[in-house]
């Protein structure tokens, strides 16, 4: 007699061979897309501290005055302007204010021009900006001769939180401050 088709237990065992392949796949599919989530979530931490790291590199370069505190701060003012070669404002610009809360949300920036109204904008917005290594957002840094500059150290976390974070620390100079202008070979003339 020929014997056609399966019998009942080699369906058993090759629907359990089949639910252990699918189950494996699966698996290394979810391993895939956290791995593609949590490379997102970097990279969405490393664009918006770039984007709030350029904009406080460009405000603290054009700084005229530095009002943070050696010991630090999480408040930072800069009043922006062009000066002559002998101190005195030739252009005004606005005032702006870094103002940050460790555990909050974003990272408020605040433009005041002389005689206009303030418009704010928040950097880092749906990330939450901590402090880095227990430091203070903004420390004020005296060198030499009396140049200054400005020290940043902070960190961008993403929701929810310690799961993706980001870390900036830098050191930016206040090129636009009348001490740290230096001109080779200028001596003034009376």
């Known amino acids: 007699m020929k014997r056609r088709g399966f019998t009942l237990v080699e369906i058993i065992i090759g629907l359990v061979l089949a639910s252990l392949l699918l189950a494996m796949l699966s698996r290394l599919l979810s ?19 770039a984007i709030l790291l350029g904009q406080l590199e460009q ?5 005229r005055s530095v009002q943070a505190e050696p010991a630090g701060s999480d408040i930072l003012r800069l009043a922006i302007g062009e000066e002559d070669l002998d101190g005195r404002l030739i252009r005004p610009f606005p ?17 005041t021009p002389p005689g206009g109204s303030t418009m704010e ?8 900006v901590d402090h880095a ?5 903004f420390r004020r840094v005296d060198f030499p ?11 961008v976390v993403a929701p929810p939180p310690g799961k993706e974070t ?22 003034r003339v009376d």
């Open 95 to 111: 005032e702006v204010i870094y103002e940050g809360q460790a555990g909050r949300p974003g990272l408020a920036r605040r433009r």
């Open 121 to 128: 904008y928040v950097f880092c917005r749906g990330l939450v």
């Open 145 to 155: 001769g009396g140049r200054l500059g400005v020290r940043v150290c902070l960190q």
């Open 166 to 187: 980001f870390e900036i620390e830098r050191l930016i100079f206040c090129g636009n401050a009348s001490a740290n202008v230096v001109i080779p070979d200028w001596q």
């Open 59 to 63: 405000d603290i370069q054009r700084a």
């Open 31 to 49: 391993w895939g897309l956290r791995s593609s989530v949590k490379g997102t979530a970097h990279l969405s931490n490393v664009q918006a501290a």
């Open 133 to 137: 290594k227990d430091q203070p957002f």
